[in-house]
Nanobody, 126 residues
């Protein structure tokens, strides 16, 4: 059974940085695509970033491109989301998701992911 556990959330001020981690248990982490989504109150869950199996392909939402960076360490079965220059509009619960993938191209749609973490709260105050 694959389990996904996020960590690293917290409360910060505008312009600060945070790094989220996503630990994925189970075999063959290097065969999984990993994505980050976020959801704030009253809004739908939205795509933030993803990374393919071999880190060749990475995608970002327009709202975070240039500020956020996604990465993974297959030796640790962990993916990361480095968030810089945080803004109040980045406030949300951040979810990590994983799916077994036969390709190096990770999907951006939440419904394509099979395994989800419980979420970690990120709060950015001005």
């Amino acid at each position: 059974q694959v389990q996904v556990v996020e960590s690293g959330g917290g409360s910060v001020q505008t312009g600060d940085s945070l790094r989220l981690a996503c630990a994925v248990s189970g075999p063959a982490f290097n065969q999984y695509s990993v994505a980050w989504f976020r959801q704030s109150p009253g809004k739908e869950r939205e795509f933030v970033a993803n990374v393919g199996r071999a880190s060749i392909v990475k995608n970002y939402a327009d709202s975070v491109r240039g500020r956020f960076s996604v990465s993974r360490d297959n030796t640790k079965s962990t993916a990361y989301l480095q968030m810089n220059s945080l803004k109040p509009e980045d406030t949300a619960v951040y979810y990590c998701a994983a799916r077994y993938s036969r390709t190096t191209s990770p999907p951006k749609v939440a419904g394509e992911y099979d395994y989800w973490g419980q979420g970690t709260q990120v709060t950015v105050t001005s």
